[in-house]
């Protein structure tokens, strides 16, 4: 089986703290427009639907199906090229968004369109006078 991926620390901005914040309880936290119900993923400013600014967070359920996915064989970048090959994946979330991902805890041929995932998360050591605690969201076969 392919080795874990060894993420980098995310940088939050003031937009994706929240984010990177519930990564690190290990829950998926999502965006809600009151306004129109639009729910929405990369975390922004304002709604993608009515561009309203009042946003709500809440915890996804962590449960997707893969949209698609790539196999990466090169990478020479660390840590990544230290857990070739990995694979790199849109999952779409039972919520709506699409999340890129990667799928981790079987074999890039194991993988398929389609296939039911549930998110778990990879800790990340904070950097040297950081002190929250932030997590990489990532998918495995249900
Ligand atoms: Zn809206």
């Not at 060894?6 to 703290?17: D, F, G, I, L, Y």
């Not at 009042?54 to 020479?76: K, W």
């Amino acid at each position: 089986m392919a080795t874990e991926i060894q993420h980098p620390r995310p940088a939050a901005s003031w937009e994706t703290r929240a984010y990177w914040e519930g990564c690190g309880r290990h829950e998926l936290v999502l965006q809600r427009c009151p306004a129109c119900q639009t729910v929405q993923h990369r975390p922004r400013a304002v709604c993608a639907g009515c561009l309203s600014n009042d946003l709500e967070h809440f915890v996804a359920s962590g449960r997707g199906s893969v949209y698609t996915y790539t196999v990466t064989h090169q990478n020479g970048a660390p840590p990544f090229r230290d857990t070739l090959p990995y694979v790199l994946a849109y999952v779409d979330l039972e919520e709506g968004p699409r999340l890129m991902t990667n799928i981790v805890g079987c074999e890039p041929a194991d993988v398929s369109i389609g296939m039911a995932v549930e998110v778990d998360f990879a800790d990340v050591e904070p950097r040297p006078g950081e002190t929250d605690a932030f997590a990489v969201p990532r998918f495995r076969s249900v």
